[in-house]
């Protein structure tokens, strides 16, 4: 039974590139988050999804960031004209539909040069 | 809106010694609560949780959690750690019903000593 998969597991951009972050949920699972890691800092909430829709978005930053999750295929956390302070490591998790446990992939670290 | 505090940001402890990672939570209303544990460069592994029921929790890798409401506490417990269990854990809240979004504490190390 394999767990959350996320690729790649680590991401080199130059200042104005663009990121592209992806997620396959665990199976059976529909709904998707995602999280980003600071260091030195916990989690936080960036945006919920669900198949062809966004749930919850209000923990994405407003400009260069988008979700989305299609009827096929993994979930895409995209990055626009990536920054310094956009250096991080990025989490995606997966739940059941109505389920509170959320299982977590094993993270992709972007560094941005 | 809701937090999450873990008073401590590192914790060494002896093999075979007990330990407690305190966490405290500020919500006005009911919440459910998980401990989830970093190891090195991976993801986060889920604990335990508490969703409703009894307020003593047990998970995996022989710890356990109680959940005080009075105090808003969730602290973890491990009464003999093992070199293994060094790791970053998080301490999480999400209110529940309608609403799966996360908030994190900013972790606790354990270093285990041999």
């Known amino acids: 039974n394999a767990g959350v998969m996320q690729n790649p597991r680590h991401l080199v951009r130059r200042r104005g590139q663009e990121a592209r972050l992806r997620c396959s949920p665990m199976?059976?699972?529909?709904?998707v988050y995602w999280y980003r890691q600071l260091p030195e800092e916990g989690l936080k909430f960036m945006v919920y999804?669900?198949?062809?829709?966004?749930?919850?978005e209000s923990g994405m930053p407003k400009e260069r960031f988008s979700a989305e999750f299609p009827k096929e295929g993994p979930s895409i956390l995209r990055i626009q004209q990536v920054v310094r302070g956009d250096s991080a490591a990025y989490f995606c998790?997966?739940?059941?539909?109505?389920?509170?446990?959320?299982?977590f992939g094993p993270g992709t670290r972007l560094t941005v040069t | 809106a809701q937090s999450v505090t873990q008073l401590d940001s590192q914790v060494p402890v002896f093999e075979e010694a007990p330990v407690e990672l305190r966490c405290n939570y500020s919500?006005?209303?009911?919440?459910?609560l998980f401990w989830y544990v970093q190891y090195p460069n991976q993801g986060l592994q889920l604990l335990l949780k508490?969703?409703?029921?009894?307020?003593l929790v047990k998970g995996i890798n022989g710890f356990e959690a109680e959940f005080n409401k009075s105090q808003t506490s969730f602290h973890l417990r491990k009464p003999s750690v093992h070199i293994s269990d060094t790791a970053e854990y998080f301490c999480?809240?999400?209110?529940?019903?309608?609403?799966?979004?996360?908030?994190f504490g900013k972790g606790t190390k354990l270093s285990v000593i041999p």
């Open positions: 919500s006005s209303v009911s919440v459910y």
């Open positions: 999804l669900q198949k062809e829709n966004i749930i919850d």
């Open positions: 999480a809240v999400s209110p529940g019903a309608g609403s799966y979004q996360l908030t």
């Open positions: 199976k059976g699972h529909s709904h």
């Open positions: 508490y969703l409703s029921g009894s307020t």
């Open positions: 998790a997966s739940s059941l539909p109505g389920g509170h446990e959320q299982y």
